[in-house]
């Protein structure tokens, strides 16, 4: 099975990276693009298919390692139709 | 004091820590990052660099070496443990000490001279300091960004936990000696306990006149007190 994990600083935090993006972006005459938050796309590749069992996995790993939890927020897809 | 200065795969301080230590007289040596057994060691020293290529997030990986546990394990048995640069991230990222290091503000590579204010010195790192004296430390990090929220910030503050704060050469704060944007301009903590420090800049260089500073050596003479 497949999962995908996206992290994402938590809101409030300062994104100094999608600060300067913006910036480029307005450069570039994108005014109407107002803000800018960059963050990490993970796909994993998962034994099994027992879609619980591969949840509890993947979120006990997000918050162990793929995510910082005092800085990071992540959220979980798994793409039940990719055996 | 019997040091261990743990060497991970992607250290890059590690030479220069073990050479500081050993200048002031401490008995210092290396540690392999998958070894397990600390008990011969009265500090344990986790020096700068970039473990594991900071993948992921800086001390995300280090955090799950061998020796990370034998280090927790010890320091909540009340050992001392100081982390400098990746050695405070891998220090946040394991739990020791609250907070996280996040990107630069300005996302530069920062390396240069920077004034530290004491703002603790009742600690086993700092005793030979006075409270509110400046030190002239370097620092050298991408990733070096103080953050802790609100509520922590307060509990750091009353707990007295911030050991150094980024300042200037007439020893003000201001929003220019702040480097990397780090939340109250902390520099450097220190656990609850007072047995576990952190700190961004880097002591170790500057230990010798030629380095164009001697005011880390207060720190390392700090520890034989």
Request: net charge negative; charged share 25%.
């Amino acid at each position: 099975m497949k999962a995908i994990v996206k992290v994402k600083l938590k809101e409030g935090i300062l994104d100094p990276q999608g600060r300067a993006v913006k910036t480029a972006l307005h450069h570039l005459g994108y005014q109407k693009i107002k803000d800018v938050r960059i963050g990490k796309y993970i796909e994993l590749d998962i034994d099994g298919n027992d879609f619980i069992a591969i949840k509890g996995l993947v979120t006990e790993a997000s918050h162990k390692l793929l995510a910082n939890p005092v800085i990071e927020d992540y959220f979980i897809e798994i793409e039940e139709g990719k055996r | 004091m019997k040091t261990a200065v743990i060497v991970f795969p992607g250290s890059n301080c590690d030479y220069d820590m073990l050479s500081a230590l050993n200048f002031v007289g401490h008995e210092a040596t290396f540690v392999w990052h998958k070894d397990t057994d600390l008990s011969g060691f009265e500090l344990i020293v986790l020096p700068g660099g970039f473990s594991y290529g900071d993948y992921l997030r800086a001390g995300a990986i280090a955090h799950f070496s061998p020796i990370m546990n034998e280090t927790i394990r010890v320091a909540k048995k009340g050992k001392f443990v100081m982390g400098i640069c990746n050695g405070f991230q891998i220090l946040t990222e394991v739990g020791l000490l609250p907070g996280a290091l996040i990107r630069n503000q300005n996302l530069r590579f920062l390396c240069q001279q920077v004034y530290l204010r004491v703002e603790n010195s009742d600690t086993k790192f700092t005793n030979q300091l006075q409270k509110d004296d400046i030190l002239k430390i370097p620092v050298a990090h991408g990733e070096g960004n103080y953050y802790l929220d609100e509520d922590g910030i307060k509990m750091l503050e009353d707990n007295e936990q911030v050991v150094f704060r980024y300042t200037n050469s007439d020893n003000k704060l201001v929003p220019s000696a702040n480097p990397n944007g780090s939340k109250n301009y902390i520099a450097g903590i220190i656990s609850k306990e007072k047995n576990v420090m952190g700190m961004m800049p880097h002591p170790e260089r500057a230990v010798e006149e030629i380095l164009g500073s001697t005011d880390g050596c207060s720190i390392f003479k700090s520890l034989f007190c």
